[in-house]
């Protein structure tokens, strides 16, 4: 059964400083994963993708997050946080394989960027 | 830059009562989504719609919800006779017809079933 874990609620961290949120998957055929973030009283948004080619995807926003198969783990990352960029970040994940099109969502984890 | 929209953004309703969720999708989109999140829960996939039919449904996706594409602009999520349960904030979603393409949501729909 395909999956995703978002193993932390909640990331704080300083301004300026790196971050990181954590993402693992579980999908029987390639995955497709994705990035999103959803800032208060608005809709998701997209991030960044990973369907193919290099590990390592640069997104919006100077996020950029590294595709790692053999740990099955799509972990975003950014060097040098904003307070702007706290928000809530939701990872998912889709079969490449198939034609069926549902992103399979991790429950978010809350990025809180302190000043 | 084009967006998904949806209306209302928030419906309070009885139970029992029919709700109808309206989605304004990227106009030149031609795959749509509902998604529903309850509160404290993961997003959860409700329909994928394609050249006016169901794609695929989860199994959340039972009798009492329909989709359809009235004109060339709206697609719209029916729930025939809501329940406490359907009580979630729910997702609209649009991509284009190539496979890789992003999945881009609208602001939502807070629906509150009493």
């Known amino acids: 059964a395909q999956s995703v874990a978002q193993p932390e609620d909640q990331v704080n961290v300083a301004e300026g400083n790196p971050l990181t949120v954590k993402c693992t998957y579980s999908?029987?055929?390639?995955?497709?994963l994705f990035w999103y973030v959803q800032y208060p009283n608005r809709g998701l948004q997209f991030l960044l993708k990973y369907i193919t080619g290099d590990n390592l995807v640069k997104g919006s926003y100077g996020f950029e997050a590294e595709f790692n198969k053999s740990q099955t783990s799509f972990h975003l990352k950014k060097p040098s946080a904003l307070v702007s960029d706290s928000a809530l970040y939701f990872c998912?994940?889709?079969?490449?394989?198939?034609?069926?099109?549902?992103?399979?969502w991790g429950l978010g984890t809350s990025l809180a960027v302190n000043p | 830059e084009p967006e998904v929209t949806q209306t209302p953004s928030h419906q309070v309703t009885q139970m029992g009562q029919e709700v109808i969720l309206r989605c304004v999708p990227i106009?030149?989109?031609?795959?749509f989504y509902w998604y529903r999140q309850i509160l404290g829960q993961k997003v959860e996939f409700l329909v994928s719609?394609?050249?006016?039919?169901?794609?695929?449904k989860s199994e959340i996706f039972d009798d009492q919800f329909s989709v359809e594409r009235p004109d060339g602009s709206n697609f719209t999520l029916k729930i025939r006779s809501t329940k406490l349960e359907d009580s979630a904030m729910y997702f609209c979603?649009?991509?284009?017809?190539?496979?890789?393409?992003?999945?881009?949501f609208g602001p939502g729909t807070r629906l509150t079933v009493l």
């Open positions: 979603a649009s991509s284009e017809l190539i496979s890789t393409d992003t999945q881009y």
């Open positions: 999908v029987s055929g390639n995955p497709y």
């Open positions: 719609f394609y050249n006016n039919e169901i794609s695929e």
């Open positions: 998912a994940v889709r079969d490449g394989a198939g034609n069926n099109r549902k992103l399979i």
């Open positions: 106009s030149n989109h031609l795959y």
